[in-house]
């Protein structure tokens, strides 16, 4: 008897914390979505900035990406970097 109590214990002690997991796996999974929606627009700022934007100053460069962070939104395209540039 006391080592089926145990077993019980256990099991409620195990469920109760994958609970929490089910939560962080669904906060995670939103996450990697948004992450997915804006990896196209993410992408082309990024490799139009490296082929593009190196020889200018730090101010145009900003000025820059964020008219194309501007454009991309303009065209229904998704982009994290919008959040990035305004911090610039």
């Known amino acids: ?3 089926c109590e145990k ?4 099991a409620e002690k195990l469920i109760g914390g994958l609970g929490g997991e089910k939560d962080r796996w ?3 999974a939103i996450s990697l979505n948004v992450t997915y929606n804006n990896l196209t627009g ?5 490799s139009g900035s490296v ?11 900003a000025d ?3 008219a194309w ?3 991309v939104r303009r065209r229904n395209e998704y982009s994290g970097l919008q959040q990035h540039v305004k911090k610039l």
């Open 7 to 10: 077993k019980l214990d256990r």
């Open 64 to 66: 820059q990406t964020a």
């Open 42 to 46: 993410d992408v082309l700022i990024a």
């Open 69 to 71: 962070v501007d454009e």
């Open 51 to 61: 082929a593009y934007l190196g020889a200018f100053t730090s101010a145009f460069r």
């Open 26 to 28: 669904n906060s995670a």
């Open 1 to 3: 008897m006391d080592l």
